[in-house]
């Protein structure tokens, strides 16, 4: 900690964030995960830690890709006997998609834009929203961007990415159009979340036919609908007690399938190696013509897992994850595909069942148990993927309220969404059990990887021209290899949606029904409350009293506006014949950062005069927090609410407006922030101990306020012991949690298909999901729900 103070007072301009970090590590949390949560934030790993990383990462990372091996060569010749020169184009044209995709796009290229060690589409998104106006809820402050967690690039208003920006600003549709871009993307990977348990497990278990061919298809289904009940079944239950033994499991599968590769390279043909010249991808194409075309299908299999890469990038280093990629993971899979090709230039009717065939008669029972447990923990990886993916979709109001269950208490990004878990397995068990042929499944598969990596392109691209500025050359050469590989892929799979395809399609159409659905009735609800707010005017023409009966208690007042006076007050105020002494305003907002630190979680600020006795909360998150089933969130409001009065009261009497603002407020008698905040030019008779909307309290520390001198100290002091008691006084009459319960509904005049989508599918939606009152544990007892219906 000497050495933090020392930094502190060598530069002063990092004062908030130095005392961040201070007060975060004093945070209670396991040892370890401290230690490895440090060091990633410093960018400082010896080599040793940087290897345990690597080793760490198998497990979560690589699982999916992994066990490819079991089904590509399947699905490439299912067809009957292989021409030897085909199996040489094959192979050649999975160790260049392997090269490619997901070496040299995801690995070195793609997990650079993780968002602070978060992946995927709404990690991407995250990080847009942050260096461009895009996010379609506009109720971000500039405060916001004053988070430790709020990293951005700046650029010159000349330069492209600027143009860029203004050009993605310009119109409400293309804001639109890159939220559709990305529900797009979310909905596959669901859809990944579903078919890769299916095929991986199917494919696994399908080796104990080997050894029975008169075995019945339906035996080997009903072990693979058993163990997929089971995997979902287990999800409550969290990785931590058996997350150790997922690196182990993977690490000795690549290990046991190169080990394989090499040796049937060496007892079958080691010619096959000629692969690795790219001429032979042009002879495959010139030889099989549209059926090496279609082929691709099967031949993308290869590369399935690579999206999962990048969404189960969880808080690994890059170079941890770039290690483990090109020491173990790449050479083991291209010596695995190698030793198979090897085995089907001497056996050509073995296609579809060569991965078995090339197992050693002596250890093949114990192969297969591995390949099981590497099905399954490539399956767990991408459940939990699906649960991060919809818990970041929940966050920024693009999916229905559903319960999240954190898992782990040393994890931040374990967690557990029942619904959807039941939801996955549901469809999972109907995927496996109805197609009962694995070969509809992969191509099923396969659309949905396809369609996540063209997501992937498309926002990658604005990623390398807004956040890291690359030249437009650069840009043009990822954007053209990437298109036309995976273009060339999603032709491919095309030819198959009437084989299986259309499953991820129908799958992906269903929630982004819901999704856009649910998004498109919280902007509007958020618009309502934006047009309909109540004029500061109105407020203080009601006086102290606000025209009613003032008795003792708190009344926190729900709303998702983090500025001005929502119109849900003036309905209670006009029904009812009593407020309480202390209104306060709490705002709970997601911002498009992975986390709020704790510190900086609670925004405070004084609306009207201190004898109106209101003030006004925004509570921030981030997409990777989560709400606690307990009291704390209730006491830390409290908590922000008494240090705000103390600092108000420090800062009253203050003469060095300067220092004032060093704290992220204006001087008080500014009433910049009256005015931002709800329209309305304050009278002359306002008190001047009107803070402005920037009064941040959290961050800072509280022994700088007292080295500052003031010229009114002793007065500030007593109106500051006042208030406090007043307030401690009203929070033990009791506490009362107001919360609008609003009703969306079309107008009369509307569309048939708004109507359906707001009368029907929002309000089928709004019935079944969870109340925020649930969310934020409010007791029953202390409830006061307020309604009211608005017409969109």
């Known amino acids: 900690m000497a050495s933090r103070v020392e930094i502190e007072e060598e530069n002063d301009s990092t004062k908030g964030s130095m005392w961040v970090l201070d ?17 990633y934030r410093e960018k400082k790993f010896s080599a040793v830690l940087l290897l345990r990383l690597a080793f760490q990462s198998l497990g979560v990372v690589y699982g999916d890709l992994g066990t490819s091996p079991l089904y590509v060569f399947k699905n490439t010749f299912p067809h009957g006997p292989v021409d030897p020169e085909d199996v040489i184009g094959a192979l050649s044209l999975i160790i260049y998609s392997l090269t490619l995709v997901p070496l040299l796009k995801y690995v070195f290229v793609v997990c650079r834009a993780n968002d602070n060690g978060q992946g995927g589409t709404f990690a991407l998104y995250s990080l847009l929203c942050r260096h461009a106006k895009i996010k379609t809820i506009p109720n971000q402050h500039r405060t916001d961007e004053e988070l430790t967690t709020y990293s951005r690039s700046t650029f010159h208003e000349q330069s492209f990415a600027a143009k860029t920006k203004r050009w993605l600003e310009e119109y409400a549709f293309r804001k639109n159009a890159l939220l559709i871009l990305v529900l797009v993307g979310t909905c596959m990977v669901i859809g990944d979340g579903i078919l890769t348990p299916a095929i991986s497990v199917l494919s696994a278990v399908g080796g104990i036919k080997f050894d029975n061919p008169h075995m019945s298809n339906g035996v080997v289904v009903l072990v693979a609908v058993v163990i997929l009940i089971g995997l979902f079944s287990l999800q409550h239950y969290g990785t931590d007690r058996v997350g150790w033994l997922f690196a182990p499991i ?25 692969a690795f010249s790219p001429f032979h991808i042009f002879l495959y194409f010139r030889r099989r013509g549209k059926d090496g075309w279609t082929s691709l ?9 690579t999206e999962a890469l990048f969404a189960d990038l969880a808080h690994f280093p890059v170079s941890a994850v770039q290690i483990a990629f090109t020491v173990v993971v790449f050479p083991c899979l291209l010596l ?12 050509k009717d073995h296609a579809v069942d060569a991965f078995y065939r090339t197992i050693p008669d002596s250890i093949y029972w114990p192969v297969l148990l591995i390949a099981t447990a590497a099905a399954v923990v490539a399956s767990q990886a991408t459940i939990s993927a699906t649960f991060s993916i919809i818990k970041q979709a929940l966050a920024l109001g693009c999916f229905p309220r559903v319960k999240v269950v954190h898992t782990s208490k040393t994890f931040l990004g374990q967690i557990y969404v029942p619904d959807i878990n039941w939801i996955l397995m549901i469809l999972c068990i109907a995927v496996t059990a109805g197609f009962k042929n694995q070969g509809q499944i992969a191509n099923a598969y396969g659309t949905a990887v396809v369609i996540v990596m063209l997501v992937t392109t498309l926002l990658m691209i604005l990623v390398m021209l807004l956040v890291w500025r690359c030249h437009w050359i650069l840009v043009l050469i990822f954007a053209v290899l990437s298109l036309v590989v995976e273009c060339t892929y999603f032709s491919a799979v095309l030819f198959k949606i009437d ?3 259309w499953v991820p399609l129908v799958i992906a159409a269903a929630f982004l029904l819901i999704m856009y659905v649910w998004h498109y009735g919280t902007v509007k609800r958020y618009e309502f409350e934006m047009h309909s707010k109540v004029s500061m005017a109105w407020i203080l023409g009601l006086g102290p009293s606000l025209g009613l009966v003032r008795v ?4 926190l007042v729900y709303t998702e506006l983090a500025s001005g006076v929502p119109h849900i007050f003036s309905h209670f105020i006009t029904n009812l014949p009593a407020i309480h002494s202390v209104v306060m305003f709490v705002c709970v907002k997601y911002l498009p950062v992975y986390t709020v630190p704790e510190e900086e979680r609670f925004l405070v600020k004084r609306i009207g005069p201190k004898s109106f006795h209101m003030f006004r909360c925004v509570a921030r998150y981030g997409y990777k927090d989560l709400h606690k089933k307990d009291d704390d969130f209730e006491k830390k409001l409290f908590d922000a609410l008494f240090l705000f009065v103390r600092l108000e009261s420090m800062m009253e009497g203050c003469s060095d407006s300067d220092e004032y603002s060093l704290y992220g407020q204006q001087t008080l008698q500014s009433r910049d922030g009256l005015l931002d905040n ?18 941040i309290v959290p961050v800072r520390s509280p022994l700088h306020v007292n080295s500052t001198v003031c010229s009114s100290g002793q007065g500030s002091g007593q109106t500051e012991i006042d208030e406090l008691e007043f307030l401690k006084n009203c929070r033990d009459a009791g506490v009362v949690h107001i919360m609008g319960n609003t009703v969306v509904r079309a107008r009369r005049d509307s569309k048939f298909y708004k109507k359906i989508a707001i009368d029907y599918i929002y309000a089928f939606l709004r019935k079944i999901c969870r109340e925020n009152s649930v969310i934020f544990n409010v007791p029953h007892e202390s409830l006061l729900n307020v309604g009211q219906i608005f017409f969109v």
Do not use: C, H
């Open 23 to 39: 007060q975060k590590l004093d945070q209670p949390m396991d040892e370890e995960a401290g230690r490895l949560r440090n060091m």
């Open 678 to 695: 709800n329209g309305n030019s304050s009278s002359s008779n306002v008190d001047t101990a009107i803070s402005s909307v920037d009064s």
């Open 250 to 274: 993977v690490l000795l599968w690549f290990l046991v399938i190169g080990g394989i590769g090499i040796f049937n390279i060496w007892k079958y043909d080691s010619s096959v190696l000629k």
């Open 499 to 501: 084989q299986g395809g």
């Open 552 to 555: 003792p208690g708190i009344g």
């Open 336 to 347: 695995a595909y190698s030793g198979q090709a090897a085995f089907l230039m001497t056996n």
């Open 297 to 305: 299908g099967g031949i993308m299999l290869s590369i399935t897992g």
